[in-house]
């Protein structure tokens, strides 16, 4: 069985951090780009980053200079530190892996997480 978990959500305040993390389970990381996506009520999904296997990066330019993704390939594990949060980056919060494997960021994405929840207070 494949699949992702998030965490690292939470409730801070405007100008707060927060580190969310994907962990994949079943299959190696470090042969998918990830992507991480956010959805808050209301609005369509928006893709806020993502991160190829060789560990370049793009940002969503609501986000740029704010977050920052990361990946460690031993821990199977990719990383969005969150920055500077303002009450417009409440969401829930999902990473994907591409689809096929390979891709990279300009391709499809699947896999999904179940999400994290970020609320951030004014």
């Known amino acids: 069985q494949v699949f992702l978990v998030e965490s690292g959500g939470g409730l801070v305040q405007t100008g707060g951090s927060l580190r969310l993390s994907c962990l994949a389970y079943?299959?190696?990381?470090?042969?998918?780009?990830i992507g991480w996506f956010r959805q808050a009520p209301g609005k369509e999904r928006e893709r806020v980053s993502c991160?190829?296997?060789?560990?370049?990066?793009v940002y969503a330019d609501s986000v740029k200079g704010r977050f920052t993704v990361s990946r460690d390939n031993a821990g199977n594990t990719v990383y969005l530190q969150m920055n500077a949060l303002k009450p417009e980056d409440t969401a829930v919060y999902s990473c994907?892996?591409?689809?096929?494997?390979?891709?990279?960021?300009?391709?499809?994405?699947?896999?999904w997480g179940q999400g994290t929840q970020v609320t951030v207070s004014s």
């Open positions: 079943g299959f190696r990381l470090d042969h998918h780009a």
């Open positions: 994907a892996t591409d689809v096929p494997s390979g891709a990279g960021c300009s391709g499809d994405f699947g896999s």
């Open positions: 991160i190829t296997t060789d560990g370049s990066s």
